[in-house]
Nanobody, 117 residues
Framework: QVQLVESGGGLVQPGGSLRLSCAAS????????ANWYRQAPGKERELVAA???????NYADSVKGRFTISRDNAKNTVYLQMNSLKPEDTAVYYC???????????WGQGTQVTVSS
């Protein structure tokens, strides 16, 4: 069964850190582009970070210097380390694995991140 399972969300104070995990099963994540998206209430889903199969990472301007995407191929897992969190980072965070040649896009169920004092 192909699935992505996120974990690591929660409530954190401004300035704090969280690490999100996305464990893949049924696919070899290293062959896919791994993306983290987020969606805040009343807003469109936005791409936060992406890691291409070659290991190159891209970030949204709003999170550059604060968030880091990484991948552990042995664990078939992608991570999002989030530091210096701000209230505006509050959203549901979704993991996505995309393979353009196979025309496949797989989504996780999402994990809530709330940044509040």
């Amino acid at each position: 069964q192909v699935q992505l399972v996120e974990s690591g969300g929660g409530l954190v104070q401004p300035g704090g850190s969280l690490r999100l995990s996305c464990a893949a099963s049924g696919i070899r994540l290293a062959s896919y582009t791994a993306n983290w998206y987020r969606q805040a209430p009343g807003k469109e889903r936005e791409l936060v970070a992406a890691m291409f199969s070659a290991g190159i990472a891209n970030y949204a301007d709003s999170v550059k210097g604060r968030f880091t995407i990484s991948r552990d191929n042995a664990k078939n897992t992608v991570y999002l380390q989030m530091n210096s969190l701000k209230p505006e980072d509050t959203a549901v965070y979704y993991c996505n694995a995309e393979h353009k040649r196979l025309r496949t896009s797989i989504w996780g169920q999402g994990t809530q991140v709330t940044v509040s004092s």
